[in-house]
């Protein structure tokens, strides 16, 4: 598929059907992530993959809490779970900090305030983005989710995360439930006259 109509397909996809996916359309989404850009060459990103169904009923379960006040409706919480493919992306500060502490960039206090923004969760961020791409390449839909502080230690004990890797979101995919059509969002997009500044503000 043409990156362009990549581009044209993506959009968030919160309805699947309950079938599951080829191990080697998994290791292709995932692989995908692997080719994000990171600061320095960090590559300080890390992916948890849930695919068995005992696996997602528990990230399911230890997240509830976060999702029962989410603005879903009991259907499209229903649609969302039902999605094979669970990969958690998760930052870890920790790795670009020390990556920066050596001798080619010599920021040997590890301050992160040397940073203007967190780059560690923006090239996770990055990696998920790659993910929801390539799932769109293989012909199934995709959707990026946060996680509510307040389930995170939940999860970790679940799931043995180490501390010093952040959550910072979740790339569901699957094959789209074709009974559900998809949102019309198109009047509800920004257009580039409102987004795009050339040569000044």
Known sequence: MEL???LRRRRMVRHYLDEPLDASVVDRIVAAG???PSAGYSQGYAFLVLEDTSDRARFWDVTSVAQETASWSPETRAGVMRAPLI???LSCKRIYLERYARADKGWTDRDEN??????WHIDTGMAALLMLLQA????LGALFIGMAPAVIPAFREA???PVDHDVVGVVCAGHPDPTVPPRDLADRRRGANEVVHRSRW
């Open 34 to 36: 692997l080719r994000a």
């Open 136 to 139: 769109i390449d293989e012909g």
């Open 87 to 89: 990969v958690v992306a």
């Open 4 to 6: 362009a109509e990549i």
């Open 114 to 119: 040397r940073w203007p923004v967190p780059f």
């Open 159 to 161: 799931f043995g995360v």
